[in-house]
C-alpha cells in the first residue's frame, strides 16, 4: 500500500496573519477595544488572538486549548453561550465566535447579545457601498436570508439575489454573475476580493473597522434592521411527494394570497432527511404563525 508524506511548512501562521490584516485600511489600529474571541477550539485558535493583538486590541481568548476532541463543544458561532457571558463578565466592546474550521462568524455585542449573519452582512454591504468596491450593486444571499435585510439594502440601492440554501450556492451565483460580497444567516460571509471561501476571521476585521470609523457601540453598528418575524415548522414524512398533494398545492396557494407582498414562504424538503421544512416570514407575526401552521397541517395530512 502506498503511503503518503508529511510536509511542514514553517511560517504559514504569520503569512495568514498577514494576509488577514492586508484586507484592512492602512495604518488601521483597534487601540482601546476590549475583544473577546472564541475560536472554538479549532483552525483560528494562535492566529486570531495574536492578528489582533498585532493590530492593537485589548485580547481575552477563549476556545483555544484544543485536545483532538473538544473542537466546536459548547463553544464557537455555534454555541456562543460562553462568548455572550464572557463579554458581560469582562465588559468588552465586542465579542467574535468563529467556528472550528473558521469559515462562519457570529458578533456579540457589548451587552452580550448576538449579532447573526444577516445583519453583518448589512454591515459590511453598506460599508464596501460606501468604499465603491461593490463589483455590482447587490449583495448574494439564501432564500433563508431574512427579509428585513433585502427592504435594508433596497433602501441603500442594493438587490439582494437569491439562492437555495447553502454557502457553494452563494458562491456559484457569485461566481457566474459578477458579485464579491454573499453571505447565509449561519455567519458564512464570503467576500472574493480576498478569498474565493468563507473566513470568518477576515469577516471580523471588516466588521471591527467599521466600528472603528463609526466609532459607535457594536450595538448600534450592527443593528441595520428589525428582522421580520419569522416561524419555521418541521414536518417528517415516509414517503412519497408530499409537496405534490393537492391539499398542500392549495394550502400553499392560499398562505402565498394572504402574505401577498407582506412577507415570504418557503415550503421545501430537507436535503438529508425525509422532512418538508416550512418557513413564513411576514410583517405580522400572527398571520405568518397561520398560515405556516395551515401548510404543515395540510402536508402532516398528506404524509399519513
Same mark, same amino acid.
Request: charge should be negative.
Given at each position: 500500500?502506498?503511503?503518503?508524506?508529511?510536509?511542514?511548512?514553517?511560517?504559514?501562521?504569520?503569512?495568514?496573519? $498577514?494576509?488577514?490584516?492586508? &484586507?484592512?485600511?492602512?495604518?488601521?489600529?483597534?487601540?482601546?477595544?476590549?475583544?473577546?474571541?472564541?475560536?472554538?477550539?479549532?483552525?483560528?485558535?494562535?492566529?486570531?488572538?495574536?492578528?489582533?493583538?498585532?493590530?492593537?486590541? $485589548?485580547?481575552?481568548?477563549?476556545?483555544?486549548?484544543?485536545?483532538?476532541?473538544?473542537?466546536?463543544?459548547?463553544?464557537?458561532? &455555534?454555541?456562543?453561550? $460562553?462568548?455572550?457571558?464572557?463579554?458581560?463578565?469582562?465588559?468588552?466592546?465586542?465579542?467574535?465566535?468563529?467556528?472550528?474550521?473558521?469559515?462562519?462568524?457570529?458578533?456579540?455585542?457589548?451587552?452580550?447579545?448576538?449579532?447573526?449573519?444577516?445583519?453583518?452582512?448589512?454591515?459590511?454591504?453598506?460599508?464596501?457601498?460606501?468604499?465603491?468596491?461593490?463589483?455590482?450593486?447587490?449583495?448574494?444571499?439564501?432564500?433563508? &436570508?431574512?427579509?428585513?435585510?433585502?427592504?435594508?439594502?433596497?433602501?441603500?440601492?442594493?438587490?439582494?439575489?437569491?439562492?437555495?440554501?447553502?454557502?457553494?450556492?452563494?458562491?456559484?451565483?457569485?461566481? $457566474?454573475?459578477?458579485?464579491?460580497?454573499?453571505?447565509?444567516?449561519?455567519?458564512?460571509?464570503?467576500?472574493?476580493?480576498?478569498?474565493?471561501?468563507?473566513?470568518?476571521?477576515?469577516?471580523?476585521?471588516?466588521?471591527?473597522?467599521?466600528?472603528?470609523?463609526?466609532?459607535?457601540?457594536?450595538?448600534?453598528?450592527?443593528?441595520?434592521?428589525?428582522?421580520?418575524?419569522?416561524? &419555521?415548522?418541521?414536518?417528517?414524512?415516509?414517503?412519497?411527494?408530499?409537496?405534490?398533494?393537492?391539499?398542500?398545492?392549495?394550502?400553499?396557494?392560499?398562505?402565498?394570497?394572504?402574505?401577498?407582498?407582506?412577507?415570504?414562504?418557503?415550503?421545501?424538503?430537507?436535503?438529508?432527511?425525509?422532512?418538508?421544512?416550512?418557513?413564513?416570514?411576514?410583517?405580522?407575526?400572527?398571520?405568518?404563525?397561520?398560515?405556516?401552521?395551515?401548510?404543515?397541517?395540510?402536508?402532516?395530512?398528506?404524509?399519513?
Amino acid at each position: 500500500m502506498a503511503l503518503g508524506r508529511a510536509k511542514r511548512i514553517d511560517g504559514v501562521q504569520d503569512r495568514y496573519i $498577514e494576509f488577514a490584516k492586508r &484586507t484592512l485600511p492602512k495604518n488601521i489600529s483597534f487601540e482601546g477595544l476590549r475583544i473577546v474571541v472564541d475560536c472554538a477550539h479549532g483552525a483560528a485558535y494562535r492566529v486570531a488572538p495574536e492578528a489582533l493583538w498585532e493590530l492593537g486590541a $485589548e485580547v481575552i481568548a477563549i476556545g483555544v486549548d484544543p485536545d483532538g476532541f473538544n473542537i466546536n463543544k459548547d463553544c464557537g458561532s &455555534t454555541a456562543p453561550e $460562553e462568548l455572550c457571558r464572557k463579554v458581560r463578565e469582562m465588559r468588552a466592546d465586542i465579542g467574535i465566535a468563529l467556528d472550528g474550521d473558521a469559515d462562519r462568524l457570529l458578533i456579540v455585542d457589548e451587552r452580550g447579545r448576538v449579532v447573526d449573519g444577516d445583519q453583518l452582512l448589512a454591515v459590511i454591504a453598506d460599508n464596501m457601498r460606501a468604499n465603491g468596491v461593490l463589483a455590482k450593486a447587490g449583495v448574494v444571499a439564501t432564500v433563508m &436570508t431574512n427579509l428585513g435585510l433585502e427592504r435594508y439594502l433596497e433602501s441603500l440601492g442594493l438587490t439582494l439575489a437569491r439562492t437555495v440554501v447553502g454557502d457553494r450556492y452563494v458562491l456559484e451565483h457569485m461566481r $457566474e454573475h459578477g458579485y464579491n460580497l454573499g453571505g447565509e444567516p449561519s455567519g458564512h460571509i464570503i467576500m472574493s476580493d480576498f478569498t474565493t471561501t468563507g473566513d470568518g476571521f477576515v469577516a471580523a476585521l471588516q466588521i471591527l473597522a467599521v466600528v472603528r470609523k463609526l466609532n459607535q457601540p457594536v450595538s448600534q453598528v450592527c443593528h441595520r434592521f428589525e428582522p421580520l418575524p419569522q416561524v &419555521t415548522r418541521n414536518v417528517r414524512y415516509r414517503g412519497g411527494k408530499p409537496l405534490d398533494h393537492a391539499d398542500v398545492r392549495s394550502a400553499i396557494a392560499s398562505a402565498q394570497r394572504r402574505l401577498d407582498g407582506h412577507g415570504r414562504l418557503i415550503v421545501r424538503p430537507s436535503g438529508t432527511e425525509a422532512v418538508i421544512r416550512v418557513t413564513g416570514e411576514g410583517d405580522d407575526p400572527v398571520l405568518v404563525e397561520e398560515v405556516v401552521e395551515a401548510i404543515a397541517d395540510a402536508v402532516a395530512q398528506a404524509a399519513v
